[in-house]
T-cell receptor, first 116, second 110 residues
């Protein structure tokens, strides 16, 4: 029973390129969360998705960032026209339905994005 | 002021010492998580609490809902416990997403 799978582990992009980060949730988990950890800072919420639905995107920057969780396949966090300030570790987490009593919350290993 | 405050920010201990990391929050929560992050590594969920106390091996987590406070204890600490420990809460007003403390960097020397 694989955990939350994120790829790539490390991603280097030049300024202006696009970055695509992938997250496959744990088997049986229908909720996906993306969090960002800037250098020397704490984790911050970005977006919460269920299959084919964005539930809460209040933490997403207004421009250049988008996320999806299609019916088939992994969740994708997409950053267009990357800038140096996007360099960070991006973590994905998954959980079963939030009403499940005592539900688990499992994190992936993260994608370290470096913009050069 | 952050909604989640941790103390201390940094903690250095000798192997075998008993360690306590504290977390205070200022708003109503539905659950509190303790997480562990090794340098350059992923995040591991240690505990999820909504009341009382939980124990797993040498780790103990407690929460006092009335005082809005939680503690993570490590007994008989070991160098492999060196990591960042993060307190995170699920606010009643924001569904199932987490709000994080800044983390406590723990170093255990042999």
């Amino acid at each position: 029973n694989a955990g939350v799978m994120q790829n790539p582990r490390h991603l280097v992009r030049r300024r202006g390129q696009e970055a695509r980060l992938r997250c496959s949730p744990m088997k049986g988990h229908s909720h996906v969360y993306w969090y960002r950890q800037l250098p020397e800072e704490g984790l911050k919420f970005m977006v919460y998705l269920q299959k084919e639905n964005i539930i809460d995107e209040s933490g997403m920057p207004k421009e250049r960032f988008s996320a999806e969780f299609p019916k088939e396949g992994p969740s994708i966090l997409r950053i267009q026209q990357v800038v140096r300030g996007d360099s960070a570790a991006y973590f994905c987490a998954s959980s079963p339905h939030y009403r499940y009593l005592g539900y688990g919350y499992t994190f992936g290993s993260g994608t370290r994005l470096t913009v050069v | 002021k952050n909604e989640v405050e941790q103390s201390p920010q940094n903690l250095t201990a000798q192997e075998g010492e008993f360690i306590t990391i504290n977390c205070s929050y200022s708003v109503g929560i539905s659950a509190l998580h303790w997480l562990q992050q090794h340098p350059g590594g992923g995040i591991v969920s240690l505990f999820m609490l909504s009341s009382g106390k939980k124990k797993h091996g040498r780790l103990i987590a407690t929460i006092n809902i009335q005082e809005k406070h939680s503690s993570l204890h490590i007994t008989a600490s070991h160098p492999r416990d060196s990591a960042v420990y993060i307190c995170a809460v699920r606010l009643r007003t924001s569904g199932s997403r987490l709000t994080f403390g800044e983390g406590t960097q723990l170093t255990v020397n042999p």
